[in-house]
Structures are given as structure tokens and as C-alpha cells.
């Protein structure tokens, strides 16, 4: 006899649908015959097994201590240094480059402020 099966079918018959609780009731019976069992040998089985015991919970591990985490190393731009303004060498590289890739027309070179 397969209990779980005949579980799945007894938990159907608390359905709030009376057609879907009558179906799991002639499946439970169907299988029941087919095994030459009735209820009443069902009842029988369930008196004399023992009782059920739920698995007893294992004991838990002590907790081991966390390590403090290890400090994570400072980038070169978090370092605590001052910012550095860029001196006139740079901005007139950095113009360099700038009028290079646009070839910029002189109206629109960004060393004139009007």
C-alpha cells in the first residue's frame, strides 16, 4: 500500500468542494481494494504502530569568534594626501591635446575668454 498516496488523498477530503472531497474518498477506497485492505484494517495497522516522535534537534555548535575583519588597503586616490592643482604645464598640455582631437576652429578654442 502506498501511504503517502493514500496521505495525499485523506488530506483531499477536507476540500471545500464537495466533488474534489467524493473523488478522494473512492480513490482512497479504489487502492485500499486493490491492496485486499478495507478501513478497518487501516485502523487496525495505525493502533498498533508506534507512536510517532519527531527527530530530536541536534545540539548547536558553540559559536566560534569572528575575526575582525582585515583593513582594507587605501586606493591611491583615497590616500590622505591634498589634491594637487594642476600647474600651467599641465593645462597647456591638456589644451594641446584638447584643440589636437577637435581641431577646433579659433572661435571655439577654450584658451579665449571673451
Known amino acids: 500500500m502506498n501511504v ?4 495525499k488523498l485523506l488530506m483531499m477530503t477536507t476540500s471545500s468542494h464537495d466533488g474534489e472531497a467524493l473523488v478522494a474518498i473512492r480513490k482512497a477506497n479504489e487502492m485500499l481494494a486493490r491492496d485486499r485492505l478495507n478501513w478497518q484494517d487501516v485502523m487496525k495497522r495505525l493502533q498498533s504502530a508506534k507512536p510517532y516522535e519527531a527527530p530530536k534537534a541536534k545540539p548547536r555548535e558553540e559559536a566560534k569568534p569572528r575575526e575582525e575583519p582585515k583593513p582594507k588597503r587605501k586606493r591611491a586616490r583615497d590616500q590622505d594626501e591634498p589634491e594637487q ?12 591635446m584638447f584643440r589636437r582631437l577637435h581641431a577646433t576652429a579659433p572661435e571655439d578654442d577654450p584658451s579665449r575668454i571673451s
Do not use: F, I, K
Not at 4 to 7: D, G, K, P, Q, S
Not at 85 to 96: A, H, Q, V
Open 4 to 7: 503517502e498516496m493514500l496521505t
Open 85 to 96: 592643482r594642476p600647474d600651467e604645464s599641465d593645462r597647456e598640455y591638456t589644451l594641446r
